[in-house]
């Protein structure tokens, strides 16, 4: 596997950034990709970021943090307030990540379905150290947001309020890296240009930062977001509209390129794997997990096994043509 420096690849692109957009390496680069074997048409292959995270958690939510944390620090903010259901793997990876590096953690938490997942997260974050506040509904913690802003104000210092997942315009920095790592791979021969990928989408923050990043990086490759949030607006003009939200950030900072003209038919989104609702389990994505599961790749069934029960879907549909088509595995268990 070719080897990636341990400071950000985003830094060395625009170097004009180091000095104005802070960033804190917290996992091990580049995460892994092989072939999947799960009985598609085309090749099929998957970014393993599962793997990423150097203590406590994985998955997708660290690549976010580590342009999150260091911007907590540089508003002066030992407090980050956020929002997530009941299982949320992005709080739990803000506890633990933002505790070893002095951020404290709010939690604001909507419920969802309880299943053995989910008892498993309560546990997890009940020990991670954050202050949990169960609002229960998002009118409830919509209604109760000022009131947790203020409670949790040390003295001058305020709390650095994050949307749910961490999906504001720094979060999705996260996979601009994250794209820009995968061009790495490609051009050191670890793979062909996909033709797509294929991720799970339940705040925005990831498929926005591919969508920007592999722009910057020049690759053709088309996301496919498969969304499994309904409380959230994830189609492509949101999901466009944070992208181009990163850029201007960028741009805010100091970045000089030229504008990618990002729009929302540069993206494809899909509510079809949903089923009832967030955290409801679905037969096909059950499905899709044992699949993987042979192939021993672990899944779970509120994000990752509806996107890949969705990719399995749309190869039969020809929807990729000969591929290759690129899984990414946001999951992060530990």
């Known amino acids: 596997m070719a080897d990636v420096p341990t400071d950000s690849l985003l830094h060395q692109r625009f170097p004009e950034l180091a000095d104005t957009l802070p960033y804190l390496r917290l996992g091990t680069a580049p995460t892994p990709i092989r072939p999947l074997d799960v009985g598609t048409g085309v090749r099929l292959w998957c970014k393993d970021d599962s793997a990423y995270g150097d203590g406590g958690w994985g998955g997708n939510k660290v690549r976010k943090l580590e342009w999150l944390l260091p911007e907590a620090h540089r508003r002066g903010a ?3 307030l956020t929002v997530g259901g009941t299982g949320t793997n992005w709080g739990l990876a803000t506890a633990l990540y933002g505790r070893a590096h002095g951020i404290g953690t709010v939690l604001a938490l909507v419920d969802q379905p309880v299943d053995e997942h989910v008892r498993a997260q309560l546990e997890r ?5 954050a202050t949990l506040h169960f609002t229960h509904t998002k009118r409830q913690t919509l209604l109760r947001a000022p009131w947790l802003y203020l409670r949790h104000t040390l003295g001058r210092k305020r709390p650095y309020f994050l949307p749910v997942g961490g999906s504001s315009p720094i979060g999705a920095l996260g996979y601009v890296e994250g794209a820009l790592e995968l061009a790495a791979q490609i051009d050191a021969g670890i793979l062909a240009e996909p033709s797509h990928i294929v991720t799970a989408v339940g705040s925005g923050g990831t498929a926005a930062g591919l969508a920007l990043g592999l722009r910057l990086a020049g690759l053709r490759t088309r996301v496919i977001g498969v969304v499994v949030n309904d409380s959230l607006p994830l189609d492509a003009a949101h999901i466009i509209g944070l992208a181009q939200r990163a850029e201007r950030l960028l741009r805010s900072r100091g970045a000089r390129f030229a504008p990618t003209g990002l729009r929302p038919a540069d993206v494809t989104m899909t509510t079809d794997w949903l ?3 967030y955290g409801h389990p679905t037969p096909a994505a059950a499905a899709a997990a044992n699949r993987a599961a042979h192939d021993g790749l672990r899944l779970e069934p509120v994000y990752t ?9 749309l190869d039969t549909t020809g929807e ?5 088509v690129l899984f990414l595995n946001t999951y992060g268990p530990r």
Do not use: Y
Request: no cysteine; glycine share 20%; charged share 10%.
């Open 275 to 277: 089923g009832p609702g």
């Open 305 to 313: 096994a509806k996107a890949l029960a969705a990719l399995l879907h």
């Open 78 to 80: 030992r407090t980050i």
């Open 125 to 129: 974050l009940a020990n991670s150290g």
């Open 320 to 324: 990729f043509g000969t591929g290759p």
